[in-house]
């Protein structure tokens, strides 16, 4: 959260330069006149930073959630996510002055990013940006009417895009009456660090929350590796067999507290999970949901017989950049660790790979740089050894940076050896071209891909490879698409179709598994086409992927009972 809650007339104006240097830069356009800067303007937005939640903010549809990372600043950050008709809009009323001028200003990441203003008395203002992959700022002007005495500021996300951030919000102007934030004190010490659950890559640490902290610093060896909203914390990517000392401070925006008491654990030993099974020539690929959304719940041991490739959804991030772990959903019913693991063992044996994806949605991991990127590898690998995943999905939906995500897993690849499988799922604005950050990456590590099922939904009308554009949610949309693949590069045998299960498993793009199999056959036959007809056929077409197998149970396996055989028999 942004400490400065009030500012002087030069300090604003310095303010206004930064932010039109850096819509010049980055192509954006301010709507409305800079204003006059009085020497009492204050912020007049309330929990700006969402240190507290969303106490003073409305998400339609229960689309907002306050989440400790992404964050640009303290400890918290708004995360909405579109879905069907909704546009996950998150809005707070705040009491202005008539005949007064604001500048409101929120950094934005992730999906594409409207900021406006609605109820001014006058001409309401938005602005907006395209995804990115990083923070950035969104700043236009209002003014309000002769009788206003309080206006609706508000964010929003599209239709059927990924989701996206919000921090450090700030609507700068006259007080309106309702004051502003408190400045907070720094809080005191946390008490009561103990270690708890201990593997040979991570340890686990509880300690007591303290009052006013809204994060924490966790410290290994006196460096600190990590920050967490709240008063747990599982610090990962170490090495077995080893003693480490943790300590932990409490933060917020008016600083950091001391350091605790410090706590010893030591990591155990490592066990090898061996090499998995080979994928098959024609694979079925389904996600498994670590978390309960309305589908049918499953542990791993249910996921239907007709997927060969399981991908665990999802790892989580860390404070470390490219850092990622994983934790199991108490929802999902696991009684320990250990169960879970058998679980994955036991899939393994009956000739199965489970994978770890990482990203999706709401996921969010960071690879930008050579530290990132080991970062990303070394973390990966202990999930690897720890679980026994057979390897990683690359599912990353806010933004790739190609060059150090191909640096991250060729660094897997190393250390995992050549039974690792990898397999990615972008969606179809990520694979329009060669020179997309992801189709660059497919390529680039195309000697260790195993297969690229893009997602086929939540899509709008694509262009096919012929160059005409087709709309999502028939044969053309699957075939005229993935023709752009196998014609850019990628072997037909690393290429996949992925769509929703059910009606339920994504907001739009469902087709019924009769368009998925005239689309395999179209594409591996030269049969069931559509009024695209490619000049070839790819008989190695790797096969499908859905969103999910707990969607897919929901709809009583229908998915994967039609295009699991399919997929099988394939030439």
């Known amino acids: 959260m942004d400490r400065t809650t009030t500012r002087s007339r030069a300090h604003r104006r310095r303010g206004i330069g930064g932010v039109l240097a850096l819509a010049v830069g980055s192509g954006l356009v301010l709507v409305g006149g800079a204003g006059t800067a009085q020497a009492a303007d204050v912020n007049v937005a309330k929990n700006a930073g969402f240190e507290s939640g969303l106490t003073n903010w409305t998400c339609s549809a229960d689309s907002g959630a306050a989440v400790s990372s992404p964050v640009r600043t303290g400890a918290g950050a708004l995360r909405a996510t579109p879905a069907g008709l909704d546009n996950a809009k998150c809005t707070q009323t705040v009491a202005v002055k008539p005949n ?69 919000v700030s609507v700068f102007g006259p007080d309106g009456g309702g004051g502003q934030d408190p400045d907070p004190v720094v809080p005191a010490t946390p008490a009561g660090l103990a270690a708890g659950t201990v593997t040979s890559s991570s340890v686990a640490l509880n300690w007591g929350a303290v009052s006013g902290a809204t994060g924490y610093n966790v410290y290994r060896n006196g460096t600190k590796v990590l920050s967490v909203g709240g008063a747990s914390a599982t610090v990962t990517g170490l090495a077995a067999n080893t003693t480490y000392q943790f300590q932990v401070t409490a933060t917020n925006s008016a600083g950091e507290s001391a350091k605790s008491a410090t706590v010893s654990a030591r990591t155990g030993t490592v066990t090898d999970p061996g090499p998995g099974p080979a994928v098959p020539k024609h694979a079925l690929t389904g996600y498994w949901q670590n978390f309960n959304n309305g589908a049918t719940v499953q542990k791993l041991r249910d996921v239907q017989s007709q997927y060969d490739i399981i991908a665990v959804s999802f790892a989580d991030s860390t404070a470390t950049p490219g850092q990622i772990t994983f934790n199991l959903d108490p929802a999902v019913g696991y009684a320990s660790a250990a169960d879970f693991k058998a679980d994955v063992a036991a899939k393994k044996a009956a000739g199965k790979s489970v994978i770890i994806s990482i990203g999706g949605e709401k996921g969010n991991v960071t690879i930008n740089s050579d530290a990132s990127a080991t970062a990303f590898a070394d973390s990966a690998y202990a999930l690897m050894q720890e679980y026994g995943f057979n390897g990683v999905d690359i599912d990353l939906e ?123 056959d179209c594409l591996a036959r030269g049969t069931g086409c559509g009024t695209f007809k490619p000049a070839q056929t790819w008989p190695n077409l790797r096969g499908a992927m859905t969103w999910s197998t707990n969607w897919d149970a929901t709809a009583g396996n229908a998915w994967s009972n039609a295009v699991g055989p399919h997929v099988h028999n394939l030439p």
């Open 398 to 520: 806010h933004g790739i940076n190609s060059t150090y995500l191909t640096k991250a897993l060729r660094q897997l690849s190393a250390k995992a050896g050549s039974s690792m499988v990898l397999t990615m799922a972008p969606q179809t604005i990520d694979m329009q071209s060669t020179g997309t950050e992801y189709f660059k990456t497919a390529l680039a590590v195309k000697d260790i891909l195993t297969v690229v099922n893009m997602q086929y939904y939540n899509s709008g009308s694509m262009l096919g490879c012929d160059g005409k554009v087709y709309s999502q949610g028939s044969v053309d949309f699957l075939t005229a698409l993935a023709c752009i693949q196998l014609q850019g590069g990628l072997d037909a045998s690393q290429v996949g179709l992925g769509v929703p299960a059910s009606t339920r498993g994504a907001g739009s793009g469902y087709v019924d598994p009769t368009v998925v199999k005239n689309a395999l």
């Open 100 to 168: 007064s001028t604001y500048t409101l200003s929120a950094w934005v990441q992730g999906g594409y990013a409207y900021l406006g203003a609605s109820g001014t008395g006058t001409t309401d203002v938005s602005t907006w940006t395209p995804d990115s992959g990083s923070w950035k700022q969104l700043t236009t002007t209002f003014t309000t009417g002769a009788s206003t005495t309080s206006v609706q500021i508000y964010t929003h996300g599209w239709y059927g895009t990924a989701a996206y951030s919000v921090d450090d």
